[in-house]
């Protein structure tokens, strides 16, 4: 029965006009830090393909939401080759941002709308207002968009719930027709209705038109059969970066909420067994040799 669900899936991959199109999604030998901290990645390496939904997972601090913002241009990294969203540098190419088709979604309550920055969403003001501010938006997708989220365009901003302030978030997110979006943990306010019908939309945009999504969730209800692949990263580093339908212990019965917890629950006791028993011989590192090594510098422990 598996065999014959990945079969059809293949089958339907190779069908689409993009699946033969290079990556949306290319990060090459990437290291990163915040400011003069110790590093978030090293060497970190990732590619993603046009039309595919990725899932993010990993351990609150793992890296999930530093990689988006990187994606998404928010964070320069090296040069122009380590970071490239649809063959262009996500933090040089700043028409990337500006034309829509590179969207982030996140947690703050601000929208970056192309040169106009970054909006706040939280003052005296309706949604319409919001809404139907932005401009050079086709009409149709901006009315699906208002019907799919239930939004009231008489909501004002500042009176409203998290979650009403959210579904407006996701709409602005939403109205350019984007070929890549990232999406950090924004369905988290969303009630059950909106969380199904919001996935429900985003796997027709990269069924119909070949975009590409990452998000990074804790919630796992019904993204079985959302997500097409899965990266959990672990202290920065890409554990594992695969199609959904290969992943082993996916493969029988187990749902993907057991799989992830399983996958944190040995990191935390690897961290603990780490932490009891260090082993003494320390080889440099070339972020120094500081007294104290946070976790993701284990690596450097024999
Ligand atoms: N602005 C910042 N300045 C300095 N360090 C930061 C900053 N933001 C994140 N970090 C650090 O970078 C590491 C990765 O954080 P990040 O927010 O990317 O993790 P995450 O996987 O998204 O976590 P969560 O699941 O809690 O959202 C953490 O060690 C965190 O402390």
Redesign the pocket.
């Known amino acids: 029965m598996l065999q014959r669900r990945k079969k059809m899936g293949e089958e339907e991959e190779n069908e689409k006009p993009w699946s033969n199109s290079s990556s949306s999604i290319r990060v090459c030998g990437m290291q990163f830090a915040?400011?003069a901290?110790s590093p978030?990645f090293v060497d970190f390496n990732l590619n993603v393909s046009p039309g595919s939904r990725w899932l993010?997972v990993?351990?609150?601090?793992?890296?999930?939401?530093?990689?988006?913002?990187i994606l998404a241009g928010k964070h320069m990294v090296g040069g122009r080759d380590v970071v490239s969203v649809l063959n262009g540098s996500a933090f040089h190419d700043t028409q990337l941002v500006c034309s829509g088709d590179l969207a982030y979604l996140g947690?703050s309550w601000t929208k970056t709308l192309g040169s106009a920055g970054e909006i706040p969403l939280q003052g005296d003001f309706s949604a319409e207002h919001m809404i139907f501010g932005v401009e050079g938006i086709d009409p149709v997708r901006r009315e699906k968009l208002i019907e799919l989220l239930d939004i009231d365009l008489r909501w004002r901003m500042h009176k409203v719930s998290d979650g009403q302030r959210r579904r407006v978030q996701i709409c602005m997110g939403l109205l350019h027709p984007f070929q890549v979006l990232l999406l950090?943990?924004v369905t988290v306010d969303l009630d059950v209705v909106a969380r199904m019908d919001l996935l429900d939309f985003f796997k027709e945009e990269c069924d119909q038109r070949g975009a590409t999504i990452v998000y990074?969730t804790?919630i796992f209800d019904g993204l079985e059969t959302w997500a097409t692949h899965l990266a959990y990263?672990q202290?920065?580093q890409l554990r594992r970066a695969e199609k959904l339908l290969e992943i082993d212990e996916l493969k029988s019965s187990v749902n993907l909420l057991s799989v992830v917890e399983s996958w944190l629950r040995s990191e935390t006791k690897c961290e603990k067994k780490k932490l009891i028993n260090p082993t003494p011989q320390i080889q440099v590192s070339p972020f120094g040799t500081s007294p104290f090594m946070?976790s993701?510098h284990m690596a450097y422990y024999r």
């Open positions: 915040y400011d901290q978030v993010l990993g351990a609150n601090g793992s890296g999930k939401t530093t990689l988006l913002k947690a950090d943990e990074a804790h990263i202290d920065g946070p993701r």
